[in-house]
């Protein structure tokens, strides 16, 4: 089940958060203050996907870009979790509430992820080269939703 994501899930989202980042390198800075960094600024809104048993077992967000659409950020899928299409469904959640253009942005060492994002039909339209991914990341890839 998709719902809104609560201050009460913020815990686990974290604790979901750190295990992507160990299995998959995502985020590829970790930061100072996870449940701080899972509420961006300009955010429109987050979701969670539950487990049968309503464990947290995925994340979504989307936040106002400056063109004045919308882009899909912190989206994550526990590692036990995974290969159940879960990333896909929360993918398409944001796709659909969405009341604007949707993009979004992803480092090009989450290979998962533009894999997910390339197979759900994403066009990438640019790569922007970064400084901040260390020996992790070289660049951002832009991606644009089906049609």
Known sequence: MIRERTEADLASCAEILREVHEAAGYPVNWPTD????????GMLGAWVITTDDGSVAGHVVLTADASGGALVERLFVDPKATGGGLGRRLLDHALAVADRPVTLEVADNCHAAIALYQRSGWRETGRSPVDWGGDHASAVLHFEPPN
């Open 34 to 41: 996870p449940t701080r960094w899972l509420t961006p600024p």
